[in-house]
């Protein structure tokens, strides 16, 4: 018996004209772990709440939802919450006590579970989630990784058959990534836990899976092993082979005869028989000479020893930070969940103040003087952004101050939506888009301002390999008029491939800046999974292209 069926499911939201869920079939062994991946906005996350039985959308819902062979929708409220459990993307959105002990027991405690069982449960929980040591926290002391971890043992307290998360890695930094994802194999290996998961970030995940499942326009294109789907997105030319695992690209772009490699260590074993055990004759320098940058860089933004908190006698969040960015340049911090790095995009903004050191912008102290540079800032929850009742209007309230004339306005917000590739959403409300969506809308916004100079923070949360391609290209046409742009991004790939300069953050302070070639080759996690799968054979590549090209070269 299948632990989750859906038979011809078809979803449409109110007000809709396009269909979220169009005639799904899929089925869902016991104890499977099951990737889910698409385009954002392909229905994903709606297809993941119709398995939850009270998170399910409001809509026009047709066809059958099965759950170990009973319709689902009229599973018992108490097996409906027991035992099918829910991560989040936002941790935030989930949490609902004060303090670490309280989130683990209270799934349990509402259920009506006896404390001896509850303080047996948590305890057992806490010591293999590893959080003994800040068991007894607030809940905001912890960083985005600790929630996250802690939604996760919370939900597994209740001991659930299915489990089902939804980009539950989209805010952590890579080590958190990989702990978190380490941690649901576990689940699935030990406790055999059935595990559905939707992802953009491939690297990790398509090893762990038993099948992938592919969705395009609310239908399912594809439901097979990692492999056989990877070999159908090359074929047919997917926008989600971009997300694919670097082995994987590697391969299909190199060689593809015999075995196709998944995992880091598959592809470093392959590439070394491949290139007779590890003869590389050329580097990428000689392919690809990086280019010098001019003898006098204009700075644009200068950080001279700024420290800073929030609390009066709480503790330093920013440490002594001393950074210089240059006009037009895109540069990306990276480091670890809670190290300061939105806090000093604040910083630079001036929506909060040092209390030592000073901040330039052009020269000038952003905390005495005007600079006359428009600032842009995105933060890392888009809803914050969010006032209106449409996209469409969204978009224009960016540009209510604006003094163009109104037919102006208007080819600008229409120019922004087919951009952004929002056009078939401009009346929608805000909130009722995908994660991706809403990371795109809110870019919009910031975009119509026509900023000089742009703070991202995590522009790439939810987005689709494609859009991401979309929003390189933005950036580096920004960058081409001169607008500089400071990035704080987890997506070290992204980073790799797009960034100018590259510094690692940690413990409030900037402990590493170089060109982004020469910073990602020379780290062991905080760099791409192409570098450590080829750095055995090729001392500086960095990008799947790099190894892609490089591969040519030396097997001529």
Not at 65 to 89: K, N
Not at 284 to 290: H, T, V
Not at 366 to 376: L, N, P, T
Request: hydrophobic residues 40%.
């Amino acid at each position: 018996m299948a632990e989750i069926e859906f038979r011809g499911v078809s979803f449409l939201y109110p007000g809709c004209e396009r269909k979220a869920l169009d005639q799904v079939d899929l089925k869902i062994e016991p104890s499977q772990f099951i990737v889910l991946c698409g385009k954002s906005g392909c229905g994903k996350s709606t297809l993941l709440r119709q398995i939850k039985k009270n998170l399910m959308p409001f809509g026009d819902l047709t066809g059958d939802i099965l759950y170990r062979g009973a319709d689902i929708t009229e599973l018992d409220s108490r097996a409906g919450v027991q035992e099918i459990g829910f991560v989040q993307q936002n941790p935030e959105n989930q949490i609902v006590t004060d303090r670490v002990w309280h989130e683990l027991a209270f799934g349990l405690e509402s259920l009506g579970y006896p404390n001896q069982t509850i303080r047996r449960r948590v305890s057992e929980m806490a010591s293999f989630f590893g959080i003994q040591t800040w068991f007894r926290k607030g809940v905001h002391e912890l960083s985005g990784g600790q929630k996250q971890l802690l939604n996760l043992a919370s939900v597994m307290a209740m001991q659930p058959r299915v489990l089902v998360l939804d980009e539950p890695t989209s805010q952590l930094d890579p080590i958190a990534s990989m702990e978190f994802l380490e941690t649901l194999q576990r689940i699935n290996r030990e406790l055999g836990t059935t595990i559905i998961i939707s992802e953009h970030r491939l690297e990790e995940l398509f090893p762990m899976a038993d099948r992938v499942a592919v969705m395009e326009n609310g239908r399912v294109i594809a439901y097979d092993e990692a492999e056989a789907v990877a070999s159908f997105l090359g074929e047919h030319k997917n926008v989600m082979y971009q997300g694919l695992p670097a082995a994987m690209k590697v391969y299909a772009e190199v060689r593809p005869e015999g075995k196709c490699p998944v995992t880091v260590r598959d592809g470093r074993l392959w590439l070394e028989h491949l290139l007779q055990h590890g003869a590389a004759k050329k580097s990428i320098a000689e392919l690809r000479p990086e280019e010098k940058p001019p003898a006098a860089l204009q700075t644009e933004v200068e950080l001279e020893d700024v420290w800073f908190r929030y609390d009066r006698n709480g503790a330093d969040i920013v440490r002594g930070i001393s950074a210089k960015i240059n006009k037009g340049e895109l540069f990306c911090m990276v480091g670890g969940n809670g190290v300061g790095k939105s806090t000093t995009l604040k910083l630079i903004s001036g929506i909060q103040r040092p209390y030592r050191g000073k901040i330039l912008v052009r020269g000038k102290n952003i905390h005495k003087e005007y600079s006359g540079v428009v600032v842009s800032v995105l933060p890392q929850n888009p809803q914050a952004l969010f006032t209106e009742i449409t996209v469409e209007e969204e978009l224009f309230e960016a540009l209510y101050e604006d003094k163009r004339r109104e037919g102006e306005k208007k080819e600008a917000v229409g120019r922004m939506l087919d951009l952004l590739q929002l056009n078939h959403l401009n009346k929608s409300h805000p909130y009722d888009l995908s994660g991706g969506e809403q990371q795109r809308l809110a870019l919009g916004k910031i975009l119509l301002l026509e900023p000089e100079i742009l703070l991202l923070d995590e522009p790439t949360k939810g987005l689709d390999p494609y859009i991401k391609t979309v929003l390189a290209k933005i950036l580096k046409e920004l960058q081409a008029q001169g607008v500089t742009i400071i990035m704080v991004t987890h997506d070290i790939e992204f980073a790799a491939e797009n960034a100018d300069r590259c510094a690692m953050m940690f413990d409030g302070d900037l402990v590493s800046c170089d060109y982004a070639r020469a910073f990602f080759s020379g780290n062991s996690f905080y760099t791409t999974a192409s570098n450590r799968m080829s750095r055995h054979v090729f001392t500086d590549a960095v990008t799947c292209q790099d190894v892609i090209d490089l591969c040519g070269a030396n097997l001529i």
